[in-house]
């Protein structure tokens, strides 16, 4: 009766050890005196032989991996001091494996290489400007893709590379910034120039308009002005044909009233004078 307990209990123990189960988050790989002879396991219950394999398992989840900035060079020659940050996870993990014997800090160290030299070689091909505020997007899906690339040999898919802030060494900042103001204050006097163009052309044009008008104004007055005297003269001309006495008298009444007008006024005449006619006669005769 003992040793039948003690033998299932031995039965037990041999089942129990001969059983690994696989969660939905891990990926495993079976080993046999040291060698992979399986890695392709979905979640559940699996078997091994016990003593002779044994069962690695790596986490599935996406992991972050956070690096220390780094200093680069720009295609100008400038230092920029970057620091960034990638999303990654195993997707083979018997290549990951082999790759990084199943060390963290070796598989951190790998990708991290990865990762640098992908981001020395985008910024090496771009200026400060554009690192900083113009291609920052596309700089960031290069990366993503530059290092995805060198990962995979580690068994490793790279989600996502993201610069977290690039600063510039003390010694670059005030020479950045500097050449930064001059170029604004360029562009700035360009769009002055351009407006001060354009609106000495506008005051040209209006000049222009302005005369053109004027000279238009001045022939239309000019041109009823003179048919204006032509009928002021016809209708004199009609009245004074109709009583050319009459007419001669009104016109000299005018004449002594402009001359007589003011108490200095003095007139040197013959007294024989066609001027004063009506003085001598109603009728104008001398």
């Given amino acids: 009766m003992g040793f039948f307990f003690i033998g299932a209990i031995l039965l037990i123990g041999v089942l129990a050890s001969s059983l690994f189960v696989v969660n939905q988050w891990e990926m495993a790989i079976k080993l046999q005196f040291g060698k992979i002879v399986d890695s392709e396991y979905t979640p559940g219950l699996h078997f091994k032989i016990p003593l002779i394999q044994n069962v690695k398992k790596f986490d599935g989840r996406i992991q972050t991996m956070n690096s220390n900035p780094e200093r680069f060079l720009t295609i100008e020659k400038k230092d920029v001091i970057v620091d960034a940050y990638a999303k990654w996870r195993i997707t083979n993990a018997a290549q990951y494996f082999r790759s990084t014997g199943d060390n963290v800090a070796t598989a951190t160290r790998l990708l991290t290489e990865r990762i640098t030299t992908s981001l020395r070689d985008e910024f090496g091909k771009r ?27 580690l068994g490793i898919e790279v989600l996502d590379v993201r610069v977290k802030q690039i600063d510039l060494p003390t010694e670059v900042s005030q020479s950045v910034y500097d050449r930064m103001r001059a170029e604004r204050e360029r562009v700035a006097a360009d769009l002055r120039a351009q407006g001060a163009e354009a609106g000495e052309k ?4 209006a000049d222009a308009q302005r005369v053109v ?24 001309a009609n009245a004074f044909r109709k009583n050319a006495e009459f007419y001669a008298f009104y016109r000299s009444l005018n004449a002594y009233g402009k001359t007589f007008n003011n108490d200095g006024n003095m007139m040197v005449l013959d007294p024989d004078s066609e001027f004063f006619r009506y003085f001598k006669s109603a009728e104008g005769k001398k």
Avoid: C, H, P
Wanted: aromatic share 4%; no cysteine; charged share 35%.
């Fill in 213 to 236: 008008i004027l000279a238009n104004a001045y022939k239309g007055s000019e041109e009823i002005r003179g048919e204006g005297d032509g009928l002021s003269a016809e209708i004199y």
């Fill in 202 to 205: 506008i005051r040209a044009d």
């Fill in 127 to 153: 200026t400060i400007q554009e690192v900083i505020s113009g291609e920052r997007a596309e700089i960031m899906a290069l990366l993503t893709k530059d290092a995805d690339e060198k990962a995979s040999e």
